[in-house]
């Protein structure tokens, strides 16, 4: 049985929540230690709920084989290997404990996305309060069935899996132990673009599988992610740099800084603005009432002179009689000596 919700570090992550943001290191340090650490700091700094890292080395994601099928065709990596992209990008082993560490002293929740078994068995020893499957591994239902063993939420991409490999990862998650789980709509493309985000599945998601719902966003931007909100996703996962033109694998499509902050701030706004249907006065309205349209005196009349157009007008402030009004005034006598600029009541009328 799914849950509205799911808790990760106390954080409750659902419709009823505000969204919950996730920054997506991914391999934009650079081979440095030390800048994955300054985009720990950086990446706290914005405000988000959550740093993610990813968990994996060349070797235990892919094969350094010389084949067509493992050269990447097109796109932002086009050429290249997927043995040499993911030297490039992976974020190594050893680093893990630091970074774990350095989130922990500012505050933030730190969790990883695992390749394989040997990553997950690190991440548990870190004791990651939860687990990220990749899209290109929602189909692992081994992977995923090993890491639900642990326990503990697991958050699912589902960029190029239909509706059957997203139920069964589902399945598969719960079935072997997970505390919950998330589910992220995703496109699965290095840019996306705007025309494919299609954020309105998240709503059909959550009407099809009774998970929360998140979106994994890789268009330009924060548009996407608070349109998705605005439509019920309870968590966005942005990928996330300190600076696009310090290059990174990543880099092309991930937040700066200052970006990432206004992706927190507008998200979070974006789900405080949706509140519910509501018809009444509101309390920050109350003082504004006085300023709606009412009838006014616009020209001096004279005791029995005809009110007509012009001597009497709807204008601001509202302390005269309602507009609506209006027709049953007009060609009626003053019942006494007006001056401009009174407003009207039924008393003042013949």
Same mark, same amino acid.
């Not at 509205?4 to 419709?15: D, L, T, V």
């Given at each position: 049985?799914?849950?509205?919700?799911?808790?990760?570090?106390?954080?409750?992550?659902?419709?009823?929540?505000?969204?919950?943001?996730?920054?997506?290191?991914?391999?934009?340090?650079?081979?440095?230690?030390?800048?994955?650490?300054?985009?720990?700091?950086?990446?706290?700094?914005?405000?988000?709920?959550?740093?993610?890292?990813?968990?994996?080395?060349?070797?235990?994601?892919?094969?350094?084989?010389?084949?067509?099928?493992?050269?990447?065709?097109?796109?932002?990596?086009?050429?290249?290997?997927?043995?040499?992209?993911?030297?490039?990008?992976?974020?190594?082993?050893?680093?893990?404990?630091?970074?774990?560490?350095?989130?922990?002293?500012?505050?933030?929740?730190?969790?990883?996305?695992?390749?394989?078994?040997?990553?997950?068995?690190?991440?548990?020893?870190?004791?990651?309060?939860?687990?990220?499957?990749?899209?290109?591994?929602?189909?692992?239902?081994?992977?995923?069935?090993? *890491?639900? =063993?642990? +326990?503990? $939420?697991?958050?699912? @991409?589902?960029?190029?899996?239909?509706? !059957?490999?997203?139920? /069964? #990862?589902?399945?598969?998650?719960?079935?072997?132990?997970?505390?919950?789980?998330?589910?992220?709509?995703?496109?699965?493309?290095?840019?996306?673009?705007?025309?494919?985000?299609?954020?309105?599945?998240?709503?059909?998601? *959550?009407? =099809?599988? +009774?998970? $929360?719902?998140?979106? @994994?966003?890789?268009?330009?931007?924060? !548009?996407?992610?608070? /349109? #998705?909100?605005?439509?019920?996703?309870?968590?966005?996962?942005?990928?996330?740099?300190?600076?696009?033109?310090?290059?990174?694998?990543?880099?092309?499509?991930?937040?700066?800084?200052?970006?990432?902050?206004?992706?927190?701030?507008?998200?979070?706004?974006?789900?405080?603005?949706?509140?519910?249907?509501?018809?009444?006065?509101?309390?920050?309205?109350?003082?504004?009432?006085?300023?709606?349209?009412?009838?006014?005196?616009?020209?001096?009349?004279?005791?029995?002179?005809?009110?007509?157009?012009?001597?009497?007008?709807?204008?601001?402030?509202?302390?005269?009689?309602?507009?609506?009004?209006?027709?049953?005034?007009?060609?009626?006598?003053?019942?006494?000596?007006?001056?401009?600029?009174?407003?009207?009541?039924?008393?003042?009328?013949?």
């Amino acid at each position: 049985m799914t849950a509205p919700f799911i808790e990760i570090a106390g954080r409750k992550i659902g419709a009823d929540h505000p969204p919950y943001v996730i920054c997506e290191l991914s391999g934009n340090h650079n081979g440095s230690l030390d800048r994955a650490l300054q985009m720990v700091d950086a990446a706290a700094d914005t405000g988000c709920d959550a740093i993610k890292l990813q968990t994996y080395t060349a070797d235990t994601i892919t094969l350094d084989v010389d084949r067509p099928e493992f050269r990447i065709q097109g796109g932002l990596w086009d050429g290249r290997s997927l043995h040499e992209l993911y030297q490039e990008a992976q974020t190594p082993y050893e680093w893990h404990g630091a970074l774990f560490e350095r989130a922990a002293k500012r505050g933030v929740t730190i969790f990883s996305s695992p390749f394989d078994e040997t990553a997950v068995d690190l991440l548990a020893g870190l004791d990651a309060p939860a687990y990220k499957i990749a899209s290109f591994e929602a189909v692992d239902l081994p992977l995923i069935r090993y *890491a639900a =063993r642990q +326990g503990k $939420p697991l958050i699912i @991409s589902t960029g190029m899996a239909n509706l !059957a490999e997203m139920q /069964a #990862a589902l399945d598969t998650a719960l079935k072997a132990g997970a505390a919950g789980v998330l589910l992220l709509h995703c496109v699965s493309s290095y840019p996306a673009s705007f025309e494919d985000a299609n954020v309105r599945t998240v709503v059909d998601m *959550a009407q =099809r599988f +009774g998970c $929360p719902i998140g979106l @994994s966003d890789h268009t330009p931007g924060a !548009a996407a992610a608070i /349109a #998705a909100v605005s439509l019920g996703a309870c968590a966005v996962e942005k990928h996330f740099t300190l600076a696009r033109a310090d290059g990174g694998p990543d880099a092309a499509f991930s937040l700066e800084p200052a970006e990432f902050r206004a992706l927190c701030d507008d998200t979070r706004n974006a789900w405080k603005a949706l509140g519910g249907v509501n018809y009444d006065l509101l309390g920050s309205e109350r003082g504004n009432r006085q300023f709606r349209r009412s009838l006014y005196v616009t020209a001096d009349v004279a005791a029995g002179e005809t009110l007509t157009r012009a001597n009497v007008r709807s204008v601001r402030p509202g302390n005269g009689l309602p507009p609506a009004d209006y027709d049953a005034v007009l060609g009626r006598p003053a019942a006494r000596a007006l001056k401009r600029g009174e407003p009207l009541a039924w008393d003042m009328v013949g």
